[in-house]
């Protein structure tokens, strides 16, 4: 059994930053692709960024420019750092393995 465990959310201002953290329980490289999604409540899970096991990522129109994924595989991690942070990116971060593995999820709120 695979476990994902995310951290760094948290409370923050319009325009501010913060670093989302996905633990994994074995090495990311056999966990192939790597991806952050979110969900708000009372709507569809969606797709945030992803990351290849070459490094190859890509983005939501949504987040281009303002969000960046990365991944680690000596720490068997994958980070999102997301900045200029706006109220409607507030929402549950889950971290996937495209194997099918998912995170708990950790909340984001965007607020003043």
């Known amino acids: 059994q695979v476990q994902l465990v995310e951290s760094g959310g948290g409370l923050v201002q319009p325009g501010g930053s913060l670093r989302l953290s996905c633990a994994a329980s074995r090495s990311i490289f056999s966990l192939n692709v790597m991806g952050w999604y979110r969900q708000v409540p009372g709507n569809q899970r969606e797709l945030v960024a992803v990351?290849?096991?070459?490094?190859?990522?890509d983005y939501a129109d949504s987040v281009k420019g303002r969000f960046t994924i990365s991944r680690d595989s000596a720490k068997n991690t994958v980070y999102l750092q997301m900045s200029s942070l706006k109220p409607e990116d507030t929402a549950v971060y889950y971290c996937?393995?495209?194997?099918?593995?998912w995170g708990q999820g950790t909340q984001v709120t965007v607020s003043s």
């Open positions: 996937k393995s495209s194997l099918g593995y």
């Open positions: 990351v290849g096991r070459d490094g190859t990522t």
